[in-house]
């Protein structure tokens, strides 16, 4: 079946590292995406992960991905105050047609104080 | 424009009535999606276009949700004697690689509210 789950809230002082924690269900995803979403506004691509890999890093943003376990983590360095958002990870179960479809978590609200 | 649009930002309308949501995808984007966001459910996938082909219409939660992609580009959602739990964000996504590194672009959604 299809359920991503995600803690829902995440709070941080400005300057230090957030972890932002997701577990998948379906094995067939070749990509795992991480959105944004600041408030009132649409859903901002961070960063994505192929299924072979373990981990990525790009620039303040870390990837770690455990295939056997089916758990993904996303790492913000040095969190700033424009981190406020809610971050949604998101599976890609393979669909008969052949398309990727977003399958995403719950989200989880990270808040950063200063 | 640059990014994918999205008409009205905010719809109010009366239970029963008819409503229609307008996508405009990023020019040259031959996938486009709907999803929609609300406080129960979350984020829930609905229906997928892509090129000329039959539409995915899996997560169409009732017969009342249609769509439809004109001329491969423009986009529109209806939902037909609206109730008050469709009230969600609609969001519209395009992509240029449905089957790679699905890079998929969000417009800003509509409101919907159903009263």
């Known amino acids: 079946g299809e359920d991503v789950e995600q803690s829902l809230f995440l709070s941080v002082r400005e300057g230090d590292s957030s972890v932002i924690n997701c577990t998948y269900t379906d094995s067939s995803s070749t990509y795992l995406y991480w959105y944004k979403q600041e408030p009132g506004a649409g859903l901002q691509l961070l960063t994505y992960?192929?299924?072979?890999?373990d981990m990525k890093q790009d620039q303040r943003l870390t990837v770690l991905l455990n295939k056997k376990d089916k758990h993904l983590s996303l790492r913000i360095a040095d969190t700033q105050t424009g981190d406020s958002a809610i971050y949604f990870c998101?599976?890609?179960?393979?669909?008969?047609?052949?398309?990727?479809?977003?399958?995403f978590g719950t989200g989880t609200r990270l808040l950063v104080s200063p | 424009g640059a990014g994918v649009s999205q008409s009205p930002s905010n719809k109010v309308t009366e239970k029963g009535k008819d409503v229609e949501l307008r996508c405009d995808p990023i020019?040259?984007?031959?996938?486009l999606y709907w999803y929609r966001q609300s406080l129960g459910q979350g984020l829930e996938f609905l229906i997928y276009?892509?090129?000329?082909?039959?539409?995915?219409k899996s997560g169409l939660p009732s017969d009342r949700f249609s769509a439809e992609r004109t001329g491969g580009s423009v986009s529109t959602l209806t939902i037909q004697r609206t109730q008050q739990e469709d009230s969600a964000v609609y969001l519209c996504?395009?992509?240029?690689?449905?089957?790679?590194?699905?890079?998929?672009?969000f417009g800003p959604g509509t409101r919907l509210t159903v009263l």
């Open positions: 998101a599976e890609t179960p393979l669909m008969n047609t052949g398309f990727q479809k977003l399958v």
């Open positions: 992960i192929f299924s072979n890999m």
């Open positions: 996504a395009s992509s240029f690689n449905p089957t790679g590194a699905d890079t998929q672009y």
């Open positions: 020019s040259g984007h031959t996938a």
């Open positions: 276009f892509q090129g000329n082909s039959a539409p995915d």
